[in-house]
């Protein structure tokens, strides 16, 4: 079975940075696009960033554009989300996230993905 798994987690002071990676350490699949999503404690799962595998386009919340950027190891099949400038407000359960298809419309949606990890907690002190 697909196994996604998380990497790089921690506490960060405000204005630090770190990199998140995911990898899937299961069953290969034609990855068509991967995404990081984030739960804070009390808040609904919210989209972070995703990339395309096909076209290697990328897209951001509002809230980390400029400040993070995801990308991808075409040779490990690994994804990474490098976040600077982190902010408080950044703190949560990160997850990665990966499916077949990579709809237009719909990508920024915790439903378009059927593969998941367990997420790493990254913690932000102000």
């Known amino acids: 079975q697909v196994r996604l798994v998380e990497s790089g987690g921690g506490l960060v002071q405000a204005g630090g940075s770190l990199r998140l990676a995911c990898v899937n350490s299961?069953?290969?699949?034609?990855?068509?696009?991967m995404a990081w999503f984030r739960q804070a404690p009390g808040k609904e799962r919210e989209f972070v960033a995703a990339?395309?595998?096909?076209?290697?386009?990328?897209y951001y919340a509002d809230s980390v554009k400029g400040r993070f950027t995801i990308s991808r190891d075409k040779a490990t099949n690994t994804v990474y989300l490098k976040m600077n400038r982190l902010k408080p407000d950044d703190a949560a359960v990160y997850s990665c996230?990966?499916?077949?298809?990579?709809?237009?419309?719909?990508?920024?949606?915790?439903?378009?993905?059927?593969?998941w990890g367990q997420g790493t907690q990254v913690t932000v002190s102000s």
């Open positions: 996230a990966a499916d077949q298809r990579f709809p237009v419309l719909t990508f920024r949606l915790a439903a378009s993905y059927d593969y």
């Open positions: 299961g069953r290969a699949f034609n990855t068509a696009g």
């Open positions: 990339i395309s595998w096909s076209t290697d386009n990328t």
